[in-house]
Every structure is written in C-alpha cells, then in structure tokens.
C-alpha cells in the first residue's frame, strides 16, 4: 500500500489550505489515518488523526483551527487547515495503519512521502 498526498503549498499567515491523501489500495482495512508534520529543526508531531470508527484526535497546536476528515469506503483521509500560523510550516505526512492478516491481524504503519507547507508573516 501506498499513500498519495497532495495540496501543500504556499500561503500567507491567516490563510487556508487543504491537504487530501489517498490510499493505493482502496480495499485495505486501516486502523487509524492522519498526519503529522515536522517542521525545521523539530521532532515530528501529530497534526490529526481518525480512527475507521470516527475518533478524531488532534495535536495541541491545530486544535481549533484544523479539521480531520476521512472516508473509509475509499481509504482517503484529509486536513482542512485554517487560520494558518508561520509556525505550521512543515512537511506535512500522512500516515495510515494498514490492518494485515497472516494468521493473526497485526498492524503496519504506512507513510507517504510529505508535502510541504509554508506558511509567510
């Protein structure tokens, strides 16, 4: 499985963006879905993520100002990401937690390959 992500860019502070992602393989059963971002000289952080039941959870910095959403019937999950900050500038990856079975279920993280975001005072 592969994770296709798109619609980074350039924006000013105050502006919006939207980043979509979307999975190869639309048959694959995925636990949770989301992003997470890292920006110059930072460790990585979570932006968002849902799980297939619909629990979102969202990192402390975005709360109010980004929204999560996510279609299961197509394995595609996006971020609508408001009011942005000079601060948001990242490279934005989505992730997803492919549910396998080979005897047992287990779990296997997938990334894509990051989309920037930068954001101008």
């Known amino acids: 499985v592969q994770l296709q992500a798109s619609g980074g860019g350039s924006v000013q502070a105050g502006g919006s963006l939207r980043l979509s992602c979307a999975a190869s393989?639309?048959?694959?059963?995925?636990?949770?879905m989301g992003w997470y971002r890292q920006g110059p000289g930072k460790e990585r952080e979570l932006v968002a993520d849902?799980?297939?039941?619909?629990?979102?959870n969202y990192g402390d910095s975005v709360k109010g100002r980004f929204t999560i959403s996510r279609d299961t019937a197509v394995n595609t999950v996006a971020v609508q990401m408001n009011n942005l900050k000079p601060e948001d500038t990242a490279v934005y990856l989505c992730?997803?937690?492919?549910?396998?079975?080979?005897?047992?279920?287990?779990?296997?993280?997938?990334w894509g390959q990051g989309t920037l975001v930068t954001v101008s005072s």
């Open positions: 992730y997803a937690g492919t549910q396998l079975y080979a005897g047992h279920w287990y779990t296997r993280d997938v």
């Open positions: 393989d639309r048959l694959v059963r995925i636990g949770r």
């Open positions: 849902t799980t297939a039941e619909g629990s979102v």
